[in-house]
């Protein structure tokens, strides 16, 4: 249903992609189950607290909650926009976004483990020793996820004829395969950093991340200047 409120009629798009489907696929409904799923395993327990200091306890858990909460939303949107603006359904596609869906699900634990510990709870237990290998499944998570989209995109891109693309739409998605690379990139520098330092200072391999927003400003400051070159089209 949430996908209904971001995507316009078929109607309102002029005709101009009749040989996409921009109906809602079971593939996404299945999706949006696995996505609501994996947002529920966040949660430690649905019980309703005994006590004041249980409640506390587990208010704790708050701030980690929110973040993962906002990586999964990060990624169920990405894989939303997609499925709308390519609307495709074949094997490979179906293949590739399984696994995807496998990868979130499997790595949700992992997940509000890393930001839990980073968040100061007292009740996680993990030795100095412990870090660097948490950084590097963290890392291998995230390279994969944005391997499994930068497959889904390159896909899109090279079925660009098949799928009646325009070249402005071609070009949006060659950038997006672009912006793939670049956060699989950046996982990559976190999962190496994580390696080399010693066990004190591999908790620093986290702030590698944070060259993901000035990174994808770049690429897309560079391509918008590229985009201005394209030939004008009516059908938007």
Partial sequence: M????????HAERGGRDSKRNYEIQRIETFSDGVFAFALTLLIVSLEVPQSFDELLTKMRGFFAFGICFLVLVSIWYNQHLFFRRYGMDDLWTVVIN???LFIVLFYIYPLKFLFTLFLGN???KITRGQVPLLMVIYAAGFIIIYFLFFLLYLRAYKRS?????NAVEKFDCKSTVYKEIIMMSVGLCSLLTSLILSD????FAGYVYLLISPAIHILYRYRKKLRKN???YTHI
């Fill in 2 to 9: 949430i996908r209904k409120l971001f995507s316009p009629a």
């Fill in 122 to 124: 007292s009740s996680i």
């Fill in 161 to 165: 004829k098949e799928l009646g693309l």
């Fill in 230 to 232: 394209l030939p004008a």
């Fill in 200 to 203: 004190v200072y591999a908790s």
């Fill in 98 to 100: 399984g696994c995807l």
